[in-house]
């Protein structure tokens, strides 16, 4: 079953049970996704981790994450847009989802859904299947309306399992700012001090109030974002350590090799013949 609405921009909305069938939806890397299992389990390989989702998990992925499906025994639905659909970044006053539940970490957010959860998204979902029937000029605003709720709706569920609360708000967005940038920026601008100054904020301003809410540290982030990108490009593409070391900002292969070997313990020659042979 697959639902897909592609508007005349290359706009895409697609619900669909058989995307791991689909080889050009799992290459497509302009695709935000979630994926919801319905009944049984479900394996995933995203980027390099091994992930297990269970019965009403669901997971949030980023146009950026690798995925691959390793095993699968039950029945599960993805809901795949692109930015020419619903755009996170423009919209983010409206869902404020962009750096928290879509990030370019190898980590993401899966969340194990209560009764009431549930059928929130649910009826979301059945709410976009009903309006794919529809044929006028306005379903596609619908469909993007239905879309819009159902990340609202998650991000709701996210927030109240990370215990975000009201008096949390600036920290929360100061951090999902913070990560924004990193995102954009990672292979040009590896201190805190040039998010810092991007967000006009000064590095131990930023520290302290990482540190007092728990958060990871500023560095720790900037680290995971190179070390995430690193590991995709030695995974899924031909080029070899110097030609990555560029792509990331490195100016010699050496300090990118020291970098790597720092944060991952294990060499790149280590890291690629480790994956290659499963």
């Not at 390793?70 to 659909?85: A, C, H, V």
Request: aromatic content about 12%.
């Amino acid at each position: 079953m697959e639902y897909a609405c592609i508007t005349p921009l290359q706009g895409s909305l697609i619900v669909t049970d058989d995307f791991h069938n689909s080889e050009s939806l799992l290459q497509n890397k302009d695709l935000y996704k979630f994926i919801w299992v319905l009944e049984g389990s479900l394996d995933l390989a995203i980027d390099h981790m091994e992930i297990n989702l269970v019965k009403n998990q669901v997971i949030p992925l980023s146009n950026v994450h690798h995925i691959r499906f390793t095993r699968i025994s039950g029945k599960y639905i993805s809901i795949l847009f692109n930015s020419n659909f619903y755009c996170i970044f423009k919209s983010d006053s409206e869902v404020s989802c962009n750096g928290f539940l879509f990030a370019g970490y190898a980590n993401p957010l899966p969340m194990q859904l209560t009764g009431s959860q549930i059928h929130a998204l649910g009826s979301i979902v059945s709410d976009i299947r009903l309006e794919y029937k529809e044929d006028d000029s306005l379903k596609e605003e619908m469909l993007r309306l239905h879309l819009k709720r159902f990340i609202i709706t998650y991000t709701r569920i996210a927030r109240k399992k990370y215990a975000i609360e009201p008096a949390h708000e600036s920290a929360l967005y100061l951090f999902r700012q913070f990560i924004i940038l990193v995102d954009s920026n990672f292979k040009e601008k590896k201190k805190v001090g040039d998010y810092a100054q991007m967000l006009n904020r000064s590095p131990k301003t930023i520290a302290n109030l990482f540190s007092l809410y728990k958060l990871p540290s500023p560095l720790q982030i900037i680290q995971e974002r190179i070390e995430t990108e690193a590991k995709r490009l030695l995974l899924y593409s031909n080029m070899n350590a110097k030609e990555i070391a560029h792509i990331l900002g490195f100016k010699e292969i050496s300090s990118f090799s020291r970098f790597f070997k720092r944060v991952s313990g294990k060499t790149i020659t280590e890291f690629r013949n480790q994956y290659k042979e499963r």
